[in-house]
Structure formats: structure tokens, C-alpha cells
């Protein structure tokens, strides 16, 4: 019970998770059958009428499930087969263990935020994966790649900057270069901004020059542990004998611009050698609108590369090098798209935890892998960021997240009510950063 009464987010006070379940998931929700809707023709093309029973039978459950949310109805177990139902049916019989009257079932509205948000995205992949022979269909593509194109402008800019980067690195004294990691770690960081879930899947690209407005952010990044980053890496380079291995996991977020600067920031790590390897891990289906799959992860890196600009095209070819190279290895695990908060990843995903273990540093992008690290519970302002991680210390790690949840730790005294004063929706506007470390120092 302990866990239920602390987190943050209930979906039945006038919260950010209230909002969230009442508004923003019905207008999601909407927007994936209006998608459907609109691929009807494309679904006969390829599959004939049985395409078109399919787009309505995934539409009826997606109307099915909108309407389950918004009129508080209990929440229902998983009946399609998947990797991760019986593991997911059974989180919902703990959720109902831990309310006391057992005729009481969990409910849209008074269940913790994070589960009925993570349930919702699981349910839509249902409605899409119950409708063969469209069961492979990503009701979120098309925005992935709207972000994309809006942001092409950043993009090409930014992949410009990597190239000259490249071609004076070697130039560079040790502080220009870590001016130069720093750079890159904040485009990752203001990436963040680009999710299509707070949103509510309403467009959020990029549009302006990102390393312009660098100096300008400075200021609303409330937790900047930069620099632990940088004696991470830089020390890890000079104790690092020819043969050996330094490897950053990055756990990654939302595709299209996000991922874009991710990449560039995984490029620069391997040529300035502050890294070897880089892992990445993205979703195993689609997710909280805009997160990276596989699909998405192969399409951005192929469209950079046929970009026309011939230093944009050149990261393309340069990224999918180091795909066919295992300098950069994407990995794939259900872990990611499950209900649990990571502390308990050791014991539901033993081998995910294994695998993190490997890592000289993991950088956690994006606000819902926050809210997973610190089990998305209503903490203090001021409680130490490795308390909040609840056992969690695979390895070194780092959150680079924008904030857009009622959550956040690690301030100092007094900095989170400062700034509830003065902006009473500081936690939730994406407006403010961080980069928190957690590790031996
Ligand atoms: O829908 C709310 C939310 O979970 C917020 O926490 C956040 O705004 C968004 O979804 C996901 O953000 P991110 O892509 O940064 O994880
Ligand atoms: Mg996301």
C-alpha cells in the first residue's frame, strides 16, 4: 500500500495526471483512429477487403478504449497473447491486491499515473495487434516522421556543426573539447522538448537553429551535473589501454528530432574517443506517442543519409558504418515498455540489468524514464536523486530530461518552492532541464 499512497500522480485529483488521462489521451486516442481512418485505401491496396475489416475492427477498439477512459471504467486484463502479457496481467493483480476491499477493481481515474498511462499505450498496441493482417501497423508513424521533416532546417544545421567538429577535433585543446561535449550534451538535453505525448500528438518539431539558443537555456537548467560527465569519460580515455573498451548506453526517447541529436552526441563520443561503444535501447512496440523503435532508429538514420546536403548525407553513412561495425549496437527489450518503475528491473528483467552493468555510463533520455528511475513517487524537492533510485545502480548513470511531470529531486533547499512561487506549472511545461548524475564522484 505504502508504494500506492506515495506516488506521485493520481488520475483523480485536479493533477497533471488528471489532464493528462482526461484530456490529452482521449485527443491521442482520436487522433490514432482519425490515422487509421485515413490508410483505409493503402490497407486495401496491399491486403483487399480483409484489410478493410481489419482498419474497422482496430478502429471499434480503439473507440472501446477511449470510451473505457473516459468514463472511469475498471481496468481490464490483456487477452492477446504477446511477449509481455502474463507479465503485464499479473501488475494488475498486485494493483487490485493493494486496494483493501476486494470487490474493488483499479480504475482509469484512481490508479497511479504512470501504470494507467503505460497501460493505455499497451492497450493501443493490442487494438492494433488484434486486427490482423494490419497488425503490424504504427498508429504514431506518421508524426515520427512529420517531427522529422518539420525539423530538417535543425537537423541540417546540426549535422553540419558535427562535421566541422570532426575535422578540427584533433586541433582542440582539452577545454575546447569539453566546451564541445558540453554543447552537444545540452542540444541532447533541449531535444527532449520535441516529445509528441504532452502534446497530446499535435506536432512539436524543431524549427530554429538549437546551437543558437544554447547560452540563452542556460538558465533553466536546474540541475547540471555536466561536468561529473566529463571526469567520467575524459579519465576513462586517459586510463584506457589500446585494446580496451569504453562504453555510454544511452536509453533512449522520442524519435525524430530527439533521436536525431542523440546520434549526433554518440557520433562525436566515439571521434573524440571519449567512448568506444555505444549501446542504444528503444521500444519493442509503439509508445507514449513518439518514442524510438527499430523502424524508426533504420528510417532516421537512412533519411539522413540521402538528405541532400552532402555533410548531412555523410553522418548518415558514418552512422550506418558504425551499425554494420558494432561500434553501435541497438538493443531491443520488453522490460522497456512494461509497467514497473527500473528499481525493479533486477528482478523482472535480470538480463536487461546485466546488460546495463557493462556500461562505463548510461545516459537516460526523456521525462518518462525519469519518472520510471525515481518510481515516479512524490518526493521531497530536496531528496538525494540516488535515494530516489530506490537500489537502482546498475552503473554510473544520467538523466537528461526535460521536465514535463510533477516530479523532480535532487534541488537544492529552498529552489523548488522559489520556483512554484513564481511559476506555479514550472514541472510540467518542458520548459526547465536537468543532467543528473548518479555514481561514485
Ligand atoms: O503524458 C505525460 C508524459 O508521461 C509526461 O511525463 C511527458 O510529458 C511525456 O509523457 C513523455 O515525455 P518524454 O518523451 O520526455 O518521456
Ligand atoms: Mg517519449
Known sequence: CRAVHSVTGFCSCRSFAYLTIKDRLPQILTKAIDTLHRHKSEFFEKHGEKGMEAEKKAISLLSKLRNESQTDKPIIPFVEKFADTDIWNQYLEYQQSLLNDTDEKPRWFYSPWLFVECYAYRRIHEAVIQSPPIDDF???????????????ESITALCIHLQELMTTIEDLEENQLKN??????????WGNKCDLSLSGGETSSQKTNIINTLEDLKPFILVNDMEHLWSLL????????????TRVDIVLDNSGFELVTDLVLADFLLFSNLATEIHFYGKMIPWFVSDTTIHDFNWVIEQVKHCDHKWVSKCGVDWENYVKMGKWVYHDHIFWTGPHEFCAMFHVAPDLYAELQKAHLILFKGDLNYRKLTGDRKWEFTVPFHRALNGFHPAPL??????????????????????????PNWLTTGKYGIFQFDGPL
Open 180 to 189: 564541445e561535449f558540453f554543447k552537444l550534451l545540452q542540444i541532447s538535453l
Open 234 to 245: 575524459s579519465n576513462c580515455k586517459k586510463t584506457r589501454e589500446k585494446v580496451s573498451v
Open 138 to 152: 504504427d498508429v504514431f508513424k506518421e508524426a515520427k516522421e512529420q517531427n522529422f521533416f518539420e525539423s530538417l
Open 398 to 423: 544520467c538523466s537528461i530530461r526535460t521536465l514535463k511531470a510533477e516530479i523532480q529531486v535532487g534541488l537544492r533547499p529552498g529552489q523548488g518552492e522559489q520556483l512554484t512561487a513564481s511559476e
